[in-house]
């Protein structure tokens, strides 16, 4: 596609719940990065990929964040046992190069956890 | 632990005029900084990028500056335009630190007509 896309674009989940949350990066993008925004703040970096590597998730708040990209393309974030204060808007971001002028951010997925 | 910060969060301007972003961070390490425009219910837009060996760059309409003696960063937007009113965000890349960006907290610029 043209952009980054993410899905589902919004997300209610029971506390307790786990979630998965999808991104598909811009064909041939080989760096993709995860961030966490939380209303009316700026986003929060949570990991990183170069191809399907993960070469950086310091940023995954807990041991109930997970993300893959096993075959160097799609990624998911899964969330198990969602709290009320993972509610944010997860957002992906991809980039054809290690550095970080290449990124394009995908609109993100509204996680609301009730 | 150091963080990027932004001086106003809210700023107003009449359609025409010129409007000017400020961010301070704390990091000297930093070596790349980026401004990003976000619309409501959509991700960040790159605008324009810096690295830390220039004062200055331009592009369409937008100009950064970066003045590494007070540590602070801004943007201005040349005869803003209703299409500019979104919350702005500084971003900075510390040297080392990998590829991950550090976000302020933004402004939200309004264009009043």
């Known amino acids: 596609g043209a952009g980054v896309s993410q899905s589902p674009r919004y997300k209610v989940a029971k506390r307790g719940q786990d979630v998965a949350l999808r991104c598909d990066p811009i064909s041939g993008h080989v760096s993709l990065f995860w961030y966490q925004q939380a209303l009316g703040q700026g986003p929060e970096f949570l990991t990183y990929f170069q191809n399907e590597a993960q070469l950086d998730k310091s940023g995954l708040p807990s041991d109930r964040f997970f993300a893959e990209r096993p075959e160097g393309s799609v990624s998911t974030l899964k969330i198990q046992r969602t709290q009320q204060e993972d509610s944010a808007v997860y957002l992906c971001a991809s980039s054809s190069q290690g550095e970080a002028p290449g990124y394009t951010f995908g609109s993100g997925t509204r996680l609301t956890v009730v | 632990g150091e963080s990027v910060g932004l001086h106003l969060p809210t700023l107003s301007v009449q359609e025409g005029d010129n409007s000017i972003i400020n961010c301070a961070y704390s990091?000297?390490?930093?070596?790349?900084f980026i401004w990003y425009k976000q619309e409501s219910g959509k991700g960040p837009q790159f605008i324009i990028d810096i690295r830390s060996n220039m004062d200055k760059r331009q592009g369409q309409r937008v100009t950064v500056l970066l003045n590494k003696t007070v540590k602070h960063l801004s943007l201005q937007i040349a005869a803003t335009q209703p299409g500019d009113s979104a919350v702005y965000f500084c971003?900075?890349?510390?040297?080392?630190?990998?590829?991950?960006?550090?976000f302020g907290t933004g402004t939200q610029l309004k264009v009043e007509l």
């Open positions: 971003a900075e890349k510390i040297t080392g630190g990998g590829n991950k960006l550090t």
């Open positions: 990091n000297s390490a930093s070596d790349y």
